[in-house]
Every structure is written in C-alpha cells, then in structure tokens.
C-alpha cells in the first residue's frame, strides 16, 4: 500500500497571517495521524514564510509516524537536519519569490553542491531522497549520488489545462516512474495532487510514496483534518 505523507506546511501558512499561536501545525500533525496519515512532512524555509524552528523540534518529538524534514540544500538547514536526525530529509530548491516550489532540483547543473549535502546528511544516518522534475537526466544524475529516493515533482500533471495535457503528462510520468524503480533508488511522488487528480498517479506501478499538503489541508477547512486525511487516503488505496 503507497505510503501517505501529509504536508502541514499551510496550517502555519494561516498562523503566520497573524503571527500567532493558531492554528497549531504540530495538532494537526496528530490529527492527520489519527485520520490514518503514514508520514508527516514539513518544509523548513530560509525565509521562515510558514514552518517556524520551533515547529521542527516539537514536530521531532511529537509526530509517531515517519517525520519528512524538507529543505533546501543550505548550510542552515543541513545543520538542523544533522542535529534532529528526522526520518528522511527531502533536499528541495526554494526560491524567495516564489508561491510554492515551482519545479524539482536541477541536480545535473548543480552536482556538486547536491553531492556534498547529501553526503553530510547519509554520514548521520538520514535516509535522503531528491525531490526532482520527471526527466530521464535528472534522474539518472539522481542515482549516480546514491541518494535512497527520490520524488517526482507532479505539478506539469496537476496543472495541465486540458483533459489531453494531463494525460500526456500522466504517461511522462509513468516513463520516469518506470526509470526510477529499474534503479537502486525508491519512488516517491508530490506536488499539486488533489483529491480530483490523484488516483491516476496512485495506481503508477512501484510508487511507494504521495506526499500531499494543500488539497488536504484546504479540504480540513470544512470537514476537519481527520476526515480530510482518511478521505485521502481511501483515494489512493483504492486500485
């Protein structure tokens, strides 16, 4: 059964708006645990827009399941990374004006600095995966750094504007998904699924891994977190 991670990063989105103590993300983390989440995941951003530091360590101590600690591949971010020791670490890009992440990792135009972050991270025992666009160079350039996983970026599919778009990128998807599991790496996927679009990308043959924020958390809004993560999660466990 594909794991299902759940992204918390938007219920600090609403917090932030008024630099306040609510909504807790770190309550919502044990909300979506109960609604049967398998992973918790959250982004820590250099501009600290909605995760805080001190969401990170209470989400370290609190979260009973896998705990996806997502950065970028900074100084600042390795270094709190090495100290919590989360279950996975996902090496993200991150750009200052940008809404959300906007694309994967370029990882063959910056080897080197990629290489040296995860060798840091695999030295103090943190299982890392790549979050990186469906394209053959990028993962293979994946592989060569022995990284555990990595997590195609499913934004082309999630916002394709037409019936025969979204199906031309569902079968790219389904290609590098294809490349991915002919490698030693594991196969994770993420970005702009919802609860219209994600069944398509559940039943991709080896997938192990979805990891899903904005849809769930926007679906919580009205019927509580619980409900909106077992309502995922029947999605895509139904194959």
Do not use: W
Not at 110 to 123: D, G, P, T
Not at 166 to 187: A, D, F, G, N, W
């Amino acid at each position: 059964m594909i794991r299902l991670g759940i992204n918390i990063d938007h219920v600090a989105t609403v917090r932030q708006a008024r630099k306040t103590i609510e909504p807790d993300p770190v309550s919502a983390a044990a909300m979506a645990e109960r609604g049967g989440a398998d992973q918790i995941t959250a982004h820590l951003r250099a501009d600290r827009r909605h995760i805080q530091d001190h969401d990170i360590e209470l989400l370290k101590e609190k979260v009973r399941v896998k705990f996806n600690f997502e950065c970028a591949c900074e100084d600042e971010m390795l270094a709190i990374a090495c100290r919590l020791k989360p279950d996975q670490v996902c090496l993200v890009p991150e750009n200052r004006q940008e809404i959300t992440t906007e694309g994967g990792l370029d990882v063959v135009t910056h080897r080197n600095k990629i290489a040296k972050s995860v060798y840091r991270l695999q030295q103090h025992g943190i299982f890392v995966s790549l979050f990186i666009d469906p394209e053959a160079a990028q993962i293979s350039a994946a592989a060569k750094l022995g990284v555990e996983a990595v997590e195609l970026h499913t934004g082309a599919y999630a916002n394709a504007q037409s019936l025969d778009q979204s199906q031309q990128e569902l079968e790219k998807l389904k290609l590098c998904c294809q490349h991915v599991i002919e490698t030693p790496m594991r196969l994770h996927a993420g970005h702009g699924l919802t609860y219209s679009n994600v069944q398509p990308v559940a039943a991709i043959e080896g997938l192990e891994e979805l990891n899903i924020g904005h849809s769930v958390i926007a679906r919580s809004v009205f019927v509580g977190m619980e409900t909106a993560v077992r309502e995922m999660k029947q999605l895509i466990s139904i194959q």
